[in-house]
């Protein structure tokens, strides 16, 4: 039997506060306790990137991280990447050049290409393929996604 924790932290920008289990996994609790459902289970084992979030600056797949690990910290969901309404260049970009096809992979797409733009603005094409090699697509093949990318880094030239 688990004990319940109250964890204390911010998501997308806003402090939050709730209640899980010693073991529930951040991925739990963020569709679960707090409704963020952009974050999707694909693997719920770290292979398929599809539960990718920013925490602390870094990119993680939060089915790997326990919740209670979360205290304190700041944590960016896909929900959170568009600004009052607003898209991102790169949510832009993905609509643009239809980098999306049954939506399963696209949030977690969308946070790891975030952070990858985050730290190195301009990246190569190569840079891009192997900063999201940890998320996997059935649908696309990719290219698109990689241009989607590309686009939105050329966007902010």
């Not at 790997?64 to 898209?87: M, S």
Request: aromatic share 4%; hydrophobic share 40%.
């Amino acid at each position: 039997m688990s004990n319940r924790i109250i964890i204390n932290t911010v998501i997308n920008g806003e402090p939050t506060e709730f209640l899980a289990d010693e073991r529930d996994s951040l991925l739990e609790a963020l569709r679960e306790r707090i409704g963020l459902t952009g974050v999707k289970e694909g693997c719920n084992n770290g292979n398929c990137g599809a539960c990718a979030v920013i925490m602390d600056g870094r990119l993680v797949n939060s089915c790997l991280v326990l919740a209670a690990e979360t205290e304190g910290a700041n944590i960016t969901t896909v929900e959170g990447l568009a600004k009052g309404g607003e898209l991102t260049p790169l949510q832009q970009t993905f609509l643009e050049d239809a980098a999306l096809q049954c939506g399963i992979c696209t949030p977690g797409f969308l946070v790891a290409a975030t952070a990858l733009l985050e730290q190195n603005p301009h990246p190569s094409e190569h840079e891009i393929r192997y900063w999201l090699a940890g998320n996997l697509c059935r649908c696309t093949g990719y290219d698109k996604i990689i241009r989607a990318v590309q686009h939105a880094a050329e966007r902010s030239a």
